[in-house]
């Protein structure tokens, strides 16, 4: 149990569009979601919490016009990542924790390039 | 503020004994994770330990946690060549936020 899915894997898209990327929880409700980012070599770097239902909390940083992020159901939130560049290149993975546990069950990660 | 530290690399041979590190600063840690990636892939949580434990162990992998020095090490014992990845420590932060570590990569040498 506790499986978290993300599409696309594998996303390139060109400068200045936008690319939007899902993250599931398959077999739970997912009270919240987590949004993080990862650079070659480097470690996760949280960019937002969201919860089902209302705005995301955004990280020192990370810009909330640039990263949109829903949060439309116990099962799906939606990480846009608007008028990319290619310095949005980079490895996102969401994560997703049931109600009243300290787990968080991570998504398989979505490449992004943008060229 | 919040940090988590782990050294970056460990090379142990088949059959030995790994140990990696890690040491945080926050004072309400509520748990500790351990998280182990392979190339190109998400997080598998491998173990945690809530901050009022010291030992936990599981299968080949020990956890020990010193609250006073905030360290906590992860072992495995028993290296094999499929343990080889990148593994996180991550400190849980009440209401839910993780701080990860920088990655501890494992090789494993036959």
């Known amino acids: 149990g506790a499986v978290v899915s993300q599409h696309p894997s594998r996303v390139i898209c060109k400068s200045g569009t936008s690319v939007k990327i899902e993250c599931r929880s398959l077999?739970?409700?997912?009270?919240?979601m987590f949004w993080y980012r990862q650079f070659p070599k480097q470690s996760l770097m949280l960019m937002a919490t969201?919860?089902?239902?209302?705005?995301?909390?955004?990280e020192q940083g990370v810009e909330k016009d640039k990263f949109l992020i829903n949060h439309a159901s116990l099962t799906l939130s939606t990480l846009t990542v608007t008028s990319a560049h290619p310095e949005d290149s980079s490895f996102y993975i969401c994560?997703?924790?049931?109600?009243?546990?300290?787990?968080?069950?991570f998504g398989p990660g979505t490449r992004l390039t943008v060229t | 503020g919040e940090d988590v530290e782990q050294s970056l690399f460990l090379s142990v041979r088949e059959g030995d004994s790994s140990v990696i590190n890690c040491t945080y600063t926050?004072?309400?840690?509520?748990?500790l994770y351990w998280y182990k990636q392979e190339p190109g892939a998400g997080l598998q949580l491998l173990t945690y330990?809530?901050?009022?434990?010291d030992m936990k162990q599981d299968q080949r992998l020990t956890v020990l946690l010193n609250k006073k020095d905030k360290h906590l090490s992860l072992r495995i014992a028993d290296t094999q060549t499929g343990d080889s990845a990148i593994y996180f420590c991550?400190?849980?932060?009440?209401?839910?936020?993780?701080?990860f570590g920088q990655g501890t990569t494992l090789q494993v040498k036959p």
């Open positions: 994560s997703a924790s049931q109600p009243h546990s300290y787990e968080q069950y």
């Open positions: 077999d739970f409700q997912a009270t919240t």
């Open positions: 969201s919860n089902e239902g209302s705005k995301a909390t955004y």
């Open positions: 926050d004072s309400s840690s509520t748990y």
């Open positions: 330990i809530f901050s009022n434990m």
């Open positions: 991550a400190d849980h932060l009440p209401p839910g936020k993780l701080i």
